[in-house]
């Protein structure tokens, strides 16, 4: 069937791929694609075929189930090469558990070898809107990291990079820098052309570039970072378990002319080296510093491969092509729905006016699939302005049957940059008690600590984005009707409140007409508001004769009351 050009770009297939391939997508609506998105029933039938019907051994060894697997391998490898659009002739695949594992893997090479430069560390820079697992290599540089606060100031850097201060002492010396092909957190997709202008750089001849692509390759045609060898980056991750749903595995694209820095890290596992001395004066001989009688494979994966996953992986990508035949169509379809979802989201207004969601972006023109992925975040706005803690959201949306992700993201400096944080207010968080995880604090002086993302895959569709704009609108959005009728049962409740010594002492303070209401306070068991007391409300002994229904959040704000924090 040819695509519905009246959607441009909806890909009107998969409405009936989800009753074929994802049957166990039926009872809720997933929108949690950035997480790991959903595997085809045709892939798991696929494998499990396979596995029944053949003797797989470990391929470090020279039996025949062995040789199978070994032979299995071989072949992945170059099939997911192939699949992303990176050339075998010019760039090698090591397979390891996940992105962060391929980052750990090129930061702990880079940390080994800045022992021998002459101040024994090197550089790294790493852009704000990178995950935690980027942030994290900062840590083995012995203070020389620098942190670009955006794209305008990677790009004066890259133009003039001798004059520029990122905490660099020796321009020339190691480094690396890194970022993200697309912001796990807003779904902003980032220039691909910084790694080819940085090797252009005279003066940076010694630095080398990392490409967090896990975000990036779930629904981005990966032959654009790969066709232009002298442009790609040196080192790519992957999760591909967010492109295909199974089998959980990751990998590192290495660019060959690069991939020989690697090959000087001094661990070494099992499979990776030619001899091992163990008496005597120790040494060994990495399989990666052997080319051309080993690949530069060899040398990088430690241990037994997951062959049965890798095996998994084939199937997967043989029926990804079957069910959606390139990952443009899927770029094209994901881009229709994201741009139907922040539509929808952006144009839901309370009576007052206000909005009902704030959606964080630096990019305006989320129609281009070029500069937008098909994340999106936000939060929920009460009619008074004030925010829904995100926790909240996503577990109503959960009641719902409605799977979001809420939090961090493990994303620090896209969360704290898109909320307006100042360092200070990060250290305030801290010391209120938040932390990254379920059991944080969602808001802190009326400031959110974290953002809801919904995130949409090669099977999503329009009926998903429907459902939960549907879902956010019966929710959240407060109709002239439900402010009259809070008001009025707050003002009752007021009158009838039994109040602790606390709560009179509260009322003693001058406050703003908008904090004696109960419709106009955040009041949630994970909101810390400081800057004043408030009143408390304890008890309520009575309500009016024939009050209208009650809108949830509202009712939440009467019985809980505000939870404070001296």
Same mark, same amino acid.
């Given at each position: 069937?040819?695509? $519905?050009?009246?959607?441009?770009?909806?890909?009107?297939? *998969?409405?009936?791929?989800?009753?074929?391939?994802?049957?166990?997508?039926?009872?809720?609506?997933?929108?949690?694609?950035? @997480?790991?998105?959903?595997?085809?029933?045709?892939?798991?039938?696929?494998?499990?075929?396979?596995? *029944?019907?053949?003797?797989?051994?470990?391929?470090?060894?020279?039996?025949?189930?062995?040789?199978?697997?070994?032979?299995?391998?071989?072949?992945?490898?170059?099939?997911?090469?192939?699949?992303? @659009?990176?050339?075998?002739?010019?760039?090698?695949?090591?397979?390891?558990?996940?992105?962060?594992?391929?980052?750990?893997?090129?930061?702990?090479?880079?940390?080994?070898?800045?022992?021998? /430069?002459?101040?024994?560390?090197?550089?790294?820079?790493?852009?704000?809107?990178?995950?935690?697992?980027? *942030?994290?290599?900062?840590?083995?540089?012995?203070?020389?990291?620098?942190?670009?606060?955006?794209?305008?100031? *990677?790009?004066?850097?890259?133009?003039?990079?001798?004059?520029? #201060?990122?905490?660099?002492?020796?321009?020339?010396?190691?480094? &690396?820098?890194?970022?993200?092909?697309?912001s796990n957190m807003s779904g902003r997709r980032l220039p691909l052309e910084w790694p080819g202008m940085l090797r252009?750089?005279?003066?940076?001849?010694?630095?080398?570039?990392?490409?967090?692509?896990?975000?990036?390759?779930?629904?981005?045609?990966?032959?654009?970072?790969?066709?232009?060898?002298?442009?790609?980056?040196?080192?790519?991750?992957?999760?591909?378990?967010? !492109?295909?749903?199974?089998?959980?595995?990751?990998?590192?694209?290495?660019?060959?002319?690069?991939?020989?820095?690697?090959?000087?890290?001094?661990?070494?596992?099992?499979?990776?080296?030619?001899?091992?001395? /163990?008496?005597?004066?120790?040494?060994?001989?990495?399989? @990666?510093?052997?080319?051309?009688?080993?690949? &530069?494979?060899?040398?990088l994966e430690d241990g037994t491969l997951p062959f049965h996953s890798i095996l998994a992986l084939g199937e997967a990508?043989?029926?990804?092509?079957?069910?959606?035949?390139?990952?443009?169509?899927?770029?094209?379809?994901?881009?229709?729905?994201?741009?139907?979802?922040?539509?929808?989201?952006?144009?839901?207004?309370?009576?007052?006016?206000?909005?009902?969601?704030?959606?964080?972006?630096?990019?305006?023109?989320?129609?281009?699939?070029?500069?937008?992925?098909?994340?999106?975040? #936000?939060?929920?706005?009460?009619?008074?302005?004030?925010?829904?803690?995100?926790?909240?959201?996503?577990?109503?949306?959960?009641?719902?049957? $409605?799977? $979001?992700?809420?939090?961090?993201?493990?994303?620090?400096?896209?969360?704290?940059?898109?909320?307006?944080?100042?360092?200070?207010?990060?250290?305030?968080?801290?010391?209120?008690?938040?932390?990254?995880?379920?059991?944080?604090?969602? !808001?802190?002086?009326?400031?959110p600590t974290g953002i809801v993302r919904a995130s949409l895959g090669a099977m999503s569709t329009k009926q998903d984005?429907?459902?939960? &704009?549907?879902?956010?609108?019966? /929710?959240?959005?407060?109709?002239?009707?439900?402010?009259?009728?809070?008001?009025?049962?707050?003002?009752?409740?007021?009158?009838?409140?039994?109040?602790?010594?606390?709560?009179?002492?509260?009322?003693?303070?001058? &406050?703003?007409?908008?904090?004696?209401?109960?419709?106009?306070?955040?009041?949630?068991?994970?909101?810390?508001?400081?800057?004043?007391?408030?009143?408390?409300?304890?008890? !309520?002994?009575?309500?009016?004769?024939?009050?209208?229904?009650?809108?949830?959040?509202?009712?939440?704000?009467?019985?809980?009351?505000?939870?404070?924090?001296?």
């Amino acid at each position: 069937m040819p695509l $519905i050009t009246m959607s441009k770009g909806y890909n009107g297939e *998969v409405e009936a791929l989800r009753q074929k391939e994802y049957p166990h997508m039926n009872d809720g609506v997933y929108l949690d694609h950035s @997480g790991a998105t959903i595997y085809a029933k045709s892939t798991v039938d696929a494998f499990s075929a396979k596995m *029944v019907a053949n003797l797989y051994g470990n391929p470090h060894s020279e039996n025949s189930p062995a040789k199978l697997s070994g032979d299995v391998v071989d072949q992945v490898r170059e099939k997911t090469l192939r699949f992303l @659009g990176a050339d075998p002739e010019h760039f090698d695949l090591i397979f390891v558990a996940n992105a962060t594992a391929a980052i750990k893997l090129v930061a702990d090479s880079f940390r080994d070898l800045s022992e021998k /430069t002459s101040d024994r560390r090197f550089w790294y820079g790493y852009h704000k809107d990178a995950h935690t697992s980027i *942030v994290g290599v900062r840590e083995l540089t012995y203070g020389q990291s620098y942190c670009f606060r955006g794209d305008q100031d *990677v790009e004066r850097w890259l133009h003039a990079p001798e004059t520029s #201060f990122v905490n660099r002492y020796h321009p020339g010396g190691l480094g &690396l820098f890194a970022y993200p092909g697309q912001s796990n957190m807003s779904g902003r997709r980032l220039p691909l052309e910084w790694p080819g202008m940085l090797r252009q750089s005279e003066y940076l001849q010694n630095t080398y570039t990392l490409l967090d692509a896990a975000a990036l390759a779930m629904t981005f045609p990966m032959e654009n970072v790969f066709r232009d060898v002298d442009h790609a980056p040196d080192f790519t991750c992957l999760s591909l378990y967010k !492109i295909f749903g199974f089998p959980d595995i990751g990998a590192l694209i290495v660019r060959r002319e690069s991939g020989h820095i690697l090959t000087l890290r001094k661990y070494f596992g099992g499979g990776t080296v030619s001899m091992v001395a /163990t008496f005597g004066e120790n040494w060994h001989r990495s399989k @990666g510093l052997q080319a051309p009688t080993y690949k &530069l494979h060899e040398g990088l994966e430690d241990g037994t491969l997951p062959f049965h996953s890798i095996l998994a992986l084939g199937e997967a990508i043989d029926v990804h092509k079957r069910l959606y035949g390139s990952m443009s169509r899927i770029s094209d379809h994901t881009c229709y729905l994201t741009s139907r979802l922040i539509r929808g989201l952006a144009t839901l207004r309370h009576p007052n006016g206000r909005p009902v969601c704030r959606i964080y972006n630096e990019n305006s023109d989320f129609e281009d699939s070029t500069k937008q992925g098909s994340a999106i975040a #936000f939060n929920v706005l009460r009619a008074n302005g004030h925010h829904v803690p995100y926790s909240d959201v996503e577990r109503m949306a959960n009641s719902a049957g $409605i799977y $979001i992700r809420s939090g961090g993201v493990c994303n620090p400096g896209g969360i704290f940059t898109a909320l307006g944080y100042e360092p200070w207010m990060t250290e305030r968080a801290l010391s209120a008690g938040h932390h990254c995880g379920s059991h944080g604090i969602s !808001i802190i002086h009326r400031v959110p600590t974290g953002i809801v993302r919904a995130s949409l895959g090669a099977m999503s569709t329009k009926q998903d984005v429907d459902t939960f &704009l549907s879902f956010v609108r019966a /929710t959240f959005l407060e109709d002239d009707k439900d402010l009259l009728v809070v008001a009025a049962a707050a003002a009752a409740a007021t009158r009838t409140t039994v109040r602790s010594p606390r709560a009179e002492e509260a009322l003693a303070f001058d &406050l703003p007409t908008e904090y004696t209401t109960a419709a106009t306070t955040t009041n949630f068991p994970d909101v810390r508001e400081v800057p004043r007391p408030r009143p408390l409300l304890h008890h !309520i002994s009575s309500a009016p004769e024939s009050t209208p229904r009650i809108p949830p959040l509202a009712m939440h704000d009467m019985m809980h009351g505000l939870a404070t924090v001296k």
